[in-house]
C-alpha cells in the first residue's frame, strides 16, 4: 500500500492526476490537512484521513514530539503559523500517521518537498517506523518531475553523492538538441507558479474556512495568506530583447521567492545578500548586473527593499526572458535557483551562493540528470491526464 501525504490543495490537484492513471494497479492509502481534499477524495472512492489537532488538551501536551525540529517547518519560518502551534499540531500529525502505520501495511509514503510542517511531521514518524520515504519537486524543466528518496534540493541523494548520477545512462545528442527546442518554446510562455485560477482561489477560500471550523492542521494566520500568487511589479524595470541583451557586457542574477525553502533553509544568504555578491563579482568582470524578480514573489516588503537598493546602488530591474537573459550573460549568480542549472546548459560559468545539487556537474552530469534521472511525463502545473508508463515510474522510483 502507499500513503500519500497531502498538505495543500495544489498538492491535492497533482496527486489526484497521478494516482488516476494508475488507480488499478496500486493500493493508495491517503493522509491530508485540506477537508475539501479529503471530501473529495473520499467522493472518488479513495481511502483518506483527515488530520486534526487533538481535542484532549493533555494528550497533545503529553504525546508532543520534540525529537525533531518542527519549529524548522517552512510555515514556521514564514511566521504562517506560531511556533506552540506547529509543535502541538506537528504532534497531532506523528500520532495519525503513526496509527495509519501500524494499521496498513504501507510500503512507501511519498509527499511533496518533506520541508512543511505536516510533511516535516509525516516523514518523522515514516522514519521512526521505517516506512521508505520518497520526495516530489517540481525540476521547473518542463514535462520533468524530481522524486528522490532523501530529500529534495540540497537533502537530496544526488546532492550528498553525486556519483548516483554516474551510474545512469547518457542520451545521445540528438535526443537533447530535441529536447532543448522543446525546453525553449515552454520557457518563452508565462511561469505557471505565478498563475492560479480565480475558481481554485475561490475553492481555496473554502478549505480555509473548513479547516479552522474543523481544527485542522497546517493552517496559516490569515493575514499571511496571500490572494495573489506574484505582487506588484516595480516601477522603471527593463524589458530588453534578444537583439539588445547581445550588445551588452551583463552578470545576470535571477532572484528566488523570498520565502522560499531554498533560501529559509538551503541558503546563509537572502535576496539581498546575492545582490550584494552579484554586484561586487559584476565589477570583476567589468560588467554589469541585471537582476529579475522571481515572478512568483508576492512579498511587498521584499519588492521594496530590492528597488531601495537598486536605487542605491549600479544595477538594473529585468523582466526580459530568462533564456534570453542566460544565453547572452557573461556569467549567471544564483543563490541556488533552478536557473543556475539552465545556466549549465548553455556553458555559462555559474556562480551559486547557496547549496544546491548541482554545484558539481559537468556537462555529463547535466545530461544524465536531465534525461535519466528526472521522471519524464509529468507536468505539475497542468490539468491534462498522466500517461500511466509516466505514473508507474514515479512509484517504482527506487533513488
Known sequence: MI?????SLERYYFAARLVHAVRGEYDFLFLTS?????LRLKCAGYRSYYIRKARNRSLEMDETS??????RSIEVLNGQVSRERARVESSAVVRRVSSLLTRFSVTQCFMWNGQ????????????????PRRFLEISNLPGKLF???????????????????????????????RWLMHYESAKSRP?????TSLKRKVVSGVNYVL???????????????????????PVDIKNYVASELSTQRYVFLPLQVSGDTQIKLHSEIDNLGAIRHALEFAATQDAALLVKLHPAENDESAISAIEAMRDRCQFTLVSSPTTDLIKHA??????????????LLYGKRVISLGRCFYKNFDRTRLLKYIHSFLIDGVDYFSSDGIAPEAARKVFSIEH
Not at 500513503?3 to 498538505?7: A, R, T
Not at 520534540?66 to 519549529?71: C, F, K, L, V
Not at 534540493?153 to 538538441?177: F, G, Y
Open 3 to 7: 500513503l500519500i501525504v497531502v498538505d
Open 34 to 38: 485540506e477537508p475539501v481534499a479529503h
Open 66 to 71: 520534540t525529537e525533531y525540529p518542527y519549529d
Open 116 to 131: 512543511q510542517l505536516v510533511c516535516r511531521a509525516a516523514s518523522h514518524a515514516c522514519l521512526i517506523h521505517g516506512v
Open 147 to 177: 522524486v528522490d528518496s532523501s530529500g529534495v534540493n540540497a537533502l537530496s541523494s544526488i546532492c550528498r553523492n553525486p556519483a548516483v548520477i554516474d551510474r545512469l545512462s547518457l542520451p545521445d545528442e540528438e535526443t537533447h538538441r
Open 191 to 195: 511561469l505557471p507558479q505565478a498563475r
Open 211 to 233: 479547516k479552522f471550523a474543523s481544527s485542522g492542521v497546517g493552517r496559516k494566520r490569515l493575514a499571511t495568506v496571500r490572494a495573489r500568487n506574484g505582487g506588484r511589479r
Open 330 to 343: 557573461q556569467a549567471v549568480v544564483t543563490i541556488n535557483s533552478t536557473v543556475g542549472l539552465e545556466g
